[in-house]
């Protein structure tokens, strides 16, 4: 694997062909090496629900899920994809198709909460690809996932009579 980042190095020679007439070369090359990488974090109204059984969902209702995609590599990802094992890619709305290094993006969909007492998991993953090499050939698409997991939890009775400060209505 090459080192990543931008390079320097230069060569120089020196000779003496003519008495007392020297003579210097030098010949500077550059290198930039290429290190596309990705990162999502897929939260659920909120939390970042990696441990089972996951954050308790009230259901029947609809859950927010964003989508927190960086770019962490050090090269421009285009097109950046994101896409969820539940949720259909057209629902899931991206500000952009294209990262810069190091640059982010929230993208955001919307999903049902699963019933009572079911324990539910999905994974979301995003996928950039990495632009052309100086060669013309091109690196392999970076990817990375994350999983996301709840538990389906109806109110009870005393729950949906309570108002937002804690008393009865």
């Known amino acids: 694997r090459r080192p990543c980042g931008l390079f320097l190095a230069s060569c120089s020679a020196d000779g003496r062909p003519v008495p007392g007439v020297p003579l210097t070369s030098t010949d500077p090359s550059h290198y930039f090496g290429s290190d596309p990488s990705i990162s999502i974090v897929k939260k659920i109204n909120g939390d970042d629900a990696n441990t089972a059984p996951g954050i308790r969902v009230t259901t ?44 982010s993006m929230k993208c955001l969909a919307s999903m049902p909460a699963p019933g009572a007492g079911v324990q539910h998991s999905d994974t979301a993953t995003a996928t950039g690809t990495p632009p052309l090499l100086t060669d013309g050939s091109r690196q392999a698409d970076v990817t990375d996932t994350d999983d996301a997991m709840m538990l389906g939890a109806l109110l009870d009775r005393l729950d949906r009579a309570l108002g937002e400060d804690g008393q009865l209505i």
Do not use: E, K, R, Y
Not at 64 to 82: A, E, I, K, Q, S
């Open 60 to 103: 029947p209702g609809t859950l927010t899920v964003t989508f927190d995609v960086t770019n962490t590599g050090n090269v421009t990802l285009d097109p950046v994809l994101v896409t969820d094992t539940d949720i259909a890619s057209d629902l899931i709305i991206c500000p952009t198709t294209a990262l810069a290094a190091g640059a």
